[in-house]
């Protein structure tokens, strides 16, 4: 894979138009030189993995298989340590588990990991009592602390989320494919995380899956498939001063890809058709998804498919639906029979927890978890009207056995999100939420 020299080629071109979310940096030769730096690098990632990732999707879009694509909200570089690498991808294993046993259905795991630095935010700036300072912007731009040093935005970030990133992604790799995600380890995938009610129940099902092993055993069945698993990197694609430099040429084709991540996805705020990220994105090869919340029409859904699939590819384009849990059940159906009806087959995934956030009284993000859970079950109730399939899910999750989202069977109520709230920008499920949800996506799958 090549790297390609700037303005030689028409990747360039967004760079005409207005990209929104992006920080104001204040030294431009630093940029230049983290740039530099950037496009020198490996890729994270390869061409055919994205292929691959492609045909998968492909696969989810025509109701052979579901998307699983979780993670942070937004990643730290302090907490990509090994210990929580692994909490979150045993969280997101067990949760393929749930799915793929209760549904009988293969399952594309995709982390929202390794990469996932960069975050939108409503406002530019954020003011604690009388001081104003820039937001925080992920780790990828500037640092959480409330300082003045602290909030500028940090060019020299950019390699160290490159390089945090590829530690991340080399850790994935030896977790799925070096015997971590064989399926012979259902149980000790479950062991450290506190006795619950989700853990008893998904104990419950690995002895099961335990037994038909030992039968699939007993009878000389061998495959790789129990002992690998393929896992995906994805995040947003927002901080254009760092997904371009990181594009390479395929060798094998000739053809641009993000090596950034396997699927990179543009946000609510930054979907606009004549913006920067629609029309960069469009070059690449990649997988793309998009996100759609609850103004979004079937005239946007249309044209963001002219621009980012016009030639109608499966698995080349989801559309990530995050309406909230009072609008999904009106706005979602119109848009699933305008975009079939126009004869386009994308990959409809639910986001639950982007339509719901709330502050609570005593100033935290939050979500409950009932609402999630309803916007969930909103996603199914309107494929299931309108006859299309609803091919997988988007969340924001740890392995960590955080407080940040209210209910669930532990019943987190407001008191306790202050005894472990941990994010530094949206509230994630935590681990036995995960399983609660994954359970009741099983349901509802063998429903639909
Ligand atoms: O993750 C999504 C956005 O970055 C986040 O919801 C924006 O949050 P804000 O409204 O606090 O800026
Ligand atoms: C910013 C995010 O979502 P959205 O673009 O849907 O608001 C996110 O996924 O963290
Ligand atoms: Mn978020």
């Known amino acids: 894979m090549t790297g390609v020299p700037f303005e030689a080629s028409g990747l360039d071109s967004y760079r005409a138009l207005e990209a929104k979310q992006q920080p104001t940096w204040l030294d431009a030769g630093a940029v230049d030189a983290a740039v530099a730096e950037l496009a020198a690098q490996p890729p994270l990632v390869f061409a055919g993995e994205a292929d691959q990732l492609r045909e998968r999707l492909a696969a989810a879009a025509r109701g052979e298989a579901f998307l699983l694509q979780g993670g942070d909200c937004a990643e730290t570089f302090a907490a990509a340590t090994a210990d929580k690498i692994r909490d979150r991808v045993k969280t997101v294993l067990q949760m393929a588990v749930v799915l793929t046993y209760g549904a009988s259905m293969p399952v594309i795991k995709v982390g929202r990991m390794a990469g996932q630095f960069a975050k939108p935010r409503s406002s530019n700036t954020e003011t604690r ?27 020299s970030r950019m390699v160290r989320a490159y390089h945090v990133s590829a530690s991340t992604l080399n850790l994935i790799r030896a977790f799925t494919q070096g015997g971590f995600a064989d399926l012979r380890q259902v149980h000790a995938w479950n062991q450290g995380f506190v006795s619950n009610p989700a853990n008893q129940r998904y104990e419950a099902l690995a002895a099961e899956i335990d037994r038909a092993l030992r039968f699939m055993e007993a009878c000389g069945v061998e495959s790789s498939a129990l002992t690998q698993t393929e ?141 999630v ?65 994954a359970f009741q996506v099983a349901e509802e799958l063998k429903r639909s």
């Open 373 to 437: 859970m309803d916007e969930l079950r909103g996603f199914f109730e309107a494929h299931r009207e309108v006859g299309t399939f609803p091919g997988g899910i988007h969340v924001e999750l740890t392995g960590d056995d955080v407080t940040e989202c209210l209910g669930g069977s532990e019943n987190i109520d407001e008191a306790a999100l202050a005894t472990r709230y941990e994010s530094l920008c949206d509230p994630r499920l935590n681990h036995m939420q995960s399983l609660e949800l």
């Open 231 to 371: 896992f995906y990197v994805s995040h947003e694609a927002l901080l254009l001063d760092y997904e371009r430099p990181l594009v390479r040429i395929d060798s094998r084709t000739g053809e641009p890809y993000g090596t950034s991540g396997h699927l990179l996805w543009i946000g609510e705020r930054t979907r606009d058709l004549d913006g920067a990220h629609v029309e960069f994105l469009s070059k690449l090869r990649n997988p793309i998804a998009v996100k759609l919340g609850p103004t979004a029409t079937v005239d946007d859904a249309l044209r963001l498919i002219d621009r980012l699939d016009p030639d109608r590819e499966p698995g080349r384009l989801t559309f990530i639906t995050r309406m909230g849990a009072g609008r999904i059940r009106d706005a979602l159906p119109p848009l699933l029979a305008g975009v079939r009806d126009a004869g386009a087959l994308p990959l409809w995934v639910t986001d639950p927890m982007h339509g719901n956030g709330i502050t609570s009284s005593t100033g935290y993000k939050t979500r409950r978890f009932d609402d």
């Open 129 to 155: 009592d009388d001081v104003t300072l820039p937001a925080y912007r992920g780790d990828l731009v500037n640092g959480y602390d409330f300082t003045p040093e602290s909030r500028a935005a940090d060019p």
